[in-house]
C-alpha cells in the first residue's frame, strides 16, 4: 500500500498532535478534528476570575522525550516555551504527622531514606541504578520501537537487551527487594498512580519511573501544560496541519477507496483515518459494525486506570506549607488501591494529588490569591451526583486541613469540580477513567490494543490506550508510532 496523501486525525490530545505533526512533515495533508473548544484532550484549561487551572496533566516529566519529539522537526522545547526546575521535585505530608521533601540532591535523598532504615540508602543508590539501566534500554528497545507481535520478542536483539531488565513480576515483589520501611515502598511507587495500577498489578519494569523522578528531574514549563500544548498547535500549523474545534465526529465510515469522516456540520473525504479519540467509543460509537476489532465484552472485561475527583480552587491568601507539586499519603494506602481497583468506593482514607502552580507562576492567580487543585485518585464507573460530590469535597478539605494544616474552607473564591460522568462527557472516556487502561501485567505492550486496525485498512489508533500507554510522554511516542504505520 502506497502512503496516503490525505488523513484526518481525530482527537486533539497529544497523541493526535503528534501523529498530525509526523504525518504532515512526510507531506501528507492532516486534517485535525477536535470535539471541544480546545486543542489538547485531557490538557484542557479553565480560566475563570483571573485564575488558570490545567485541568489534566500537571508533572513535565520525561524532559528527554519532549526533546526528542522537537528534534525531529529541527526544534528545541524552548522554541516554544521555557522550562523552570523545581526544587523541592515534590512534597510529601504522610498521614502520622511525618513530612519529607524529595529533590534532585541525590546526597540528600540518600540520607532521608537511611534516615527511615539502616541499610535504605545504599539500597536506593541500587534501586536508582537499577531504574536507569531499565530506562535507557526499556526506552530504546521497546517504548520508542513498537512490538506488536509475540514473534517480535523472539529474537537475539531482544533476548540481548533485555538481559537483567523487570520484565517480569510486579513493582510490589521488586520494590520489596530493596526496602522493608512501607514510607520509603510509597516513595518510589506513589508514580504508579500516573501509570493508572497498583504495586501489585504494575510489571517491575516500571520501576524507570525513579530515573525519571530524581536523575532527569521535574520541571515547570512556561505557561503550565497549555504552553506545552500551545507550542506542538504552532508547531503542527507551521508544518500545514488544518485544525477545526467544536468539530464532535459523528461518523467514520470506510468506503472504497478510503474514508468519510462526519461531523454534525462537516464530511472531511480522507486516504486514512487516525483516532486519538477513546479506542473503545471509536470502535463502538463511530465505526460500522463490521469494522470493529472489540466488542463491549471485551472493553467490559479491560483494567481501567483510575478515575478522579478533581478540585479546583481559586484561594484569597497563600497555602504554605505545601509545594507546587505535594502528595498526601496514608501510612497504609493499600486500602486505597483496594477501593480503585478491588471493591470499587470512594476512598474513606484517600492518598491525593495537590498541586499549587501559583508557587511558581505568578500568571495563574490574581495577586494575593493561590492556585491549586486536589486530584483524589478513584475508581473509573463510581455514582457521580451532586450530593456524592458535595459530600466527598467536604471529607477531602477537612483532610487536607488536617494532614498538611491548609484549611481553605473559608477562603475559597472560586471552586469547580470535575469527576466521573465529566470524563465520560467531556472526552468520551470509556468507564469515566482519567487516563485510559492500566498498566497491568496482562495489559502491557503486545498486550494492548494495536495501533493499526486489524479489521479495517486505513484506519489507525492513537494516544494512552495504545502502546506505550499512559502518560503525556508515551502519548508523543504513541504518535510518532502511529504515524509510522500510516506512512
Not at 498532535?17 to 477536535?34: K, Q, R
Not at 504508579?192 to 520501576?207: D, E, I, K, M
Not at 460509537?285 to 472489540?294: C, T
Not at 508557587?359 to 473509573?380: E, R
Request: aromatic share 12%; glycine share 8%; net charge negative.
Amino acid at each position: 500500500m502506497s502512503s496516503p496523501t490525505s488523513a484526518v486525525v481525530v482527537g486533539g490530545g497529544f497523541g493526535g498532535l503528534s501523529t498530525a505533526c509526523y504525518l504532515a512533515d512526510a507531506g501528507v495533508d492532516v486534517t485535525l478534528l477536535e470535539k471541544n473548544d480546545q486543542i489538547g484532550g485531557r490538557a484542557s484549561v479553565l480560566e475563570t476570575d483571573g485564575f488558570r487551572f490545567d485541568m489534566g496533566p500537571s508533572w513535565y516529566l520525561m524532559p528527554d522525550v519532549f526533546e526528542n519529539f522537537f528534534a525531529d522537526f529541527g526544534h528545541v522545547p524552548e522554541d516554544f516555551y521555557d522550562l523552570q526546575p523545581l526544587d523541592p521535585h515534590y512534597r510529601i505530608f504522610f498521614k502520622d504527622g511525618d513530612r519529607v521533601d524529595m529533590t534532585g540532591d541525590l546526597d540528600h535523598v540518600r540520607s532521608v531514606f537511611e534516615s527511615y532504615e539502616a541499610g535504605a540508602g545504599d539500597a536506593f543508590e541500587d534501586y536508582l541504578a537499577k531504574s536507569e539501566r531499565n530506562y535507557d534500554v526499556g526506552m530504546e528497545h521497546f517504548v520508542y520501537e513498537d512490538r506488536p507481535r509475540l514473534r517480535d520478542y523472539l529474537s537475539l536483539d531482544v533476548a540481548r537487551n533485555a538481559r537483567g531488565l523487570s520484565l517480569l513480576g510486579s513493582m510490589e515483589d521488586h520494590v520489596d527487594d530493596y526496602f522493608d520501611h512501607e514510607k520509603l515502598k510509597q516513595i518510589v511507587q506513589y508514580s504508579l498512580v500516573f501509570l493508572g495500577g497498583s504495586p501489585s498489578n504494575t510489571p517491575a519494569l516500571y520501576n524507570l519511573m525513579t530515573h525519571v523522578d530524581f536523575n532527569l528531574g521535574v520541571h515547570y514549563p512556561e505557561g503550565g501544560m497549555r504552553g506545552v500544548v500551545d507550542g506542538i498547535v504552532t508547531l503542527a500549523e507551521d508544518l500545514g496541519v488544518t485544525f477545526h474545534t467544536d468539530a464532535a465526529v459523528e461518523r467514520i465510515q470506510p468506503h472504497e477507496p478510503g474514508f468519510t469522516v462526519a461531523t454534525a456540520d462537516a464530511e472531511y473525504e480522507a486516504d486514512a483515518v487516525v483516532s486519538d479519540a477513546d479506542y473503545a467509543h471509536t470502535e463502538l460509537e463511530l465505526l460500522p459494525a463490521q469494522y470493529r476489532q472489540f466488542d463491549e465484552g471485551y472493553w467490559d472485561s479491560r483494567t481501567y486506570a483510575p478515575s478522579a475527583f478533581l478540585l479546583y480552587l481559586g484561594v484569597e491568601g497563600d497555602v504554605d506549607p505545601l509545594s507546587h507539586h505535594t502528595l498526601v499519603l496514608p501510612t497504609d494506602w493499600e486500602e486505597h488501591f483496594a477501593e480503585i481497583f478491588d471493591d470499587p468506593a470512594y476512598p474513606d482514607d484517600p492518598a491525593y494529588y495537590v498541586c499549587v502552580p501559583s508557587d511558581t507562576d505568578d500568571s495563574v492567580a490574581p495577586d494575593g490569591h493561590s492556585n491549586l487543585f486536589v486530584l483524589v485518585p478513584i475508581a473509573p464507573g463510581l455514582e457521580d451526583t451532586p450530593e456524592i460530590r458535595e459530600e466527598y469535597r467536604d471529607l477531602v478539605l477537612a483532610d487536607l486541613a488536617e494532614n498538611t494544616g491548609v484549611d481553605v474552607r473559608d477562603r475559597i473564591r472560586v471552586e469547580e469540580s470535575f469527576s466521573v460522568s465529566d470524563f465520560a462527557e467531556r472526552y468520551n472516556s470509556y468507564q469515566g477513567t482519567a487516563l485510559g487502561m492500566a498498566h497491568t501485567l496482562t495489559q502491557t505492550a503486545l498486550f494492548r490494543p494495536p495501533h493499526a486496525s486489524e479489521s479495517c485498512d486505513g484506519l489507525y489508533f492513537t494516544g494512552a490506550n495504545t502502546t506505550p500507554g499512559i502518560g503525556v510522554p508515551m502519548c508523543l511516542i504513541s504518535g510518532e508510532l502511529t504515524a509510522d504505520y500510516v506512512l
